[in-house]
């Protein structure tokens, strides 16, 4: 019986031991206190700025996008700039000025003894290209041949209709092993 009573106490303060609160008021308490000593700083939002509204009058102005006046200006700076550079309609195409620059390949050089001629690839086709042709789809004619680049001259419109002159060139390409 002092046994059963035994385990009755201790099973009594074990759950008064469980009901404490275990240093939380503490906790609490000190939480609650700087809760009430911190105050919040908030700035105003500024005021917001007055939005003047303006009436645009369009009736009297010039509209700047009307096309007879940019075909007009575009003219005028046609006959102003008129350098009288333009490609050659007339003459036969060559076979190398079907295909886009972009798609050639200086794949080496020939010397005939007369002239150096370099080789263009385009495709799987080898083309000459000598001092005076023409190549690519821009009026390209070539000015010089070298044993490492073709260099030529396009003739090509600019945003107004004019034609500029542009130089572009083709490297050697280094074989792939």
């Known amino acids: 019986m002092k046994l059963v009573k035994l385990a009755l106490l201790s099973q009594l303060l074990l759950l008064l031991s469980a009901c404490g609160d275990n240093g939380v008021g503490e906790v609490r308490e000190w939480m609650n206190q700087v809760k009430r000593e911190t105050q919040a700083k908030v700035k105003p939002i500024p005021e917001p700025k007055v939005f ?3 009436s645009y009058e369009s009736t009297g102005l010039i509209d700047p996008f009307d096309p007879v006046k940019l075909l007009a200006v575009f003219a005028r ?16 195409k060559e076979a190398l000025e079907g295909f886009p620059l972009e798609s050639m390949r200086m794949v080496g050089t020939f010397d005939n003894r007369k002239t150096l001629q370099g080789l263009v ?20 004619k070539v000015i010089s041949v070298s044993e490492s680049r073709i260099d030529l001259v396009e003739t ?3 945003a107004t209709g004019e034609w500029t002159e542009r130089k572009a060139s083709l490297e050697l ?3 792939k092993k």
């Open 173 to 175: 390409q280094e074989a």
């Open 77 to 92: 700076l046609k006959a102003e700039k008129d350098n009288g550079l333009r490609p050659d309609f007339d003459r036969p």
């Open 52 to 54: 003047v509204p303006v």
């Open 156 to 158: 090509v419109q600019d």
């Open 121 to 140: 690839q385009v495709g799987k086709a080898i083309y000459p290209a000598t001092v005076g042709s023409y190549v690519g789809q821009n009026f390209g």
